[in-house]
């Protein structure tokens, strides 16, 4: 066919040895099974990265909505990450008549109670991190979140959290009303489930205004007031730190539940 130049033609038309052409063609064989040999194993290498994503399980206690949004706040951010994020809301430890002397309480514990599952010992176990919220109380944790993590005493027992991230955060209704406190309350029992844990200190300009360098706060005074921007701003970046964290801290086996 005219045009046409198959390779006996240009073997014919080359001043090399034909020996050498045969060379050429069997090293080319070589390289192209070399390459394809090779694709399987890049291939599950970027998958293997791609895997590399934190579990992080947010177990709050929220009674008027507050710490409830920075917990949906610090779920944006550990999404950023690659992170996959289970939210759950400790429940409540008193019944329903001590409830309702408080206004809005039954209603908002029965619409988050709907959204959100209660915090289990499964949820710790499958958890690269553990991030713990609650509104202060007299300066320290509140009682229904502190049930949750009494519950993760035979975890303790076993040392199946040795190694998982722990982080905190909490609201308060007035300033100063036992944020970081609060906060740093919660370091103690995340020390002896063997967490490790990740403070925020001022690593992101938004710790230059609003938050603490224990973890993200709002206040909501008397109005029951949402956190603003800022206190939101620092959430994302408590996620993303977190995320961060507990994604290397993974890679390296640390955070594997331990049998």
Do not use: C
Not at 154 to 168: H, R
């Amino acid at each position: 066919m005219a045009g046409r130049d198959d390779d006996e033609t240009r073997e014919r038309r080359s001043p090399l040895p034909a020996s050498t052409h045969s060379i050429k063609r069997d090293t080319l064989a070589h390289v192209s099974v070399a390459v394809r040999s090779r694709l399987p194993a890049e291939i599950a290498e970027g998958e293997a990265l791609m895997s590399n994503t934190a579990n992080v399980l947010i177990a709050f206690y929220s009674r008027n909505g507050s710490t409830e949004a920075l917990a949906h706040a610090i779920a944006e951010g550990a999404k950023v990450e690659g992170a996959e994020v289970r939210l759950r809301r400790a429940r409540e430890v008193v019944s329903r008549e001590i409830m309702a002397k408080a206004p809005g309480w039954t209603e908002n514990a029965d619409r988050m109670n709907a959204a959100y599952g209660a915090p289990s010992e499964a949820d710790a176990e499958w958890a690269d991190a553990i991030i713990l919220g609650t509104p202060t109380r007299f300066g320290n944790v509140s009682s229904e979140l502190k049930a949750y993590i009494d519950s993760l005493g035979g975890l303790w027992f076993q040392g199946k959290l040795n190694g998982k991230v722990g982080s905190a955060f909490t609201s308060s209704s007035t300033p100063h009303g036992g944020n970081e406190s609060t906060i740093i309350s919660l370091y103690n029992p995340m020390a002896h489930l063997g967490l490790i844990l990740v403070p925020l200190g001022y690593a992101d300009p938004a710790l230059f205004k609003a938050g603490t360098p224990y973890g993200a706060s709002s206040v909501s005074g008397q109005n029951n007031t949402l956190p603003t921007e800022d206190d939101l701003e620092v959430a994302r970046f408590q996620g993303r730190r977190v995320a961060q964290v507990a994604r290397a801290l993974r890679a390296a086996g640390e955070t594997a539940t331990k049998s």
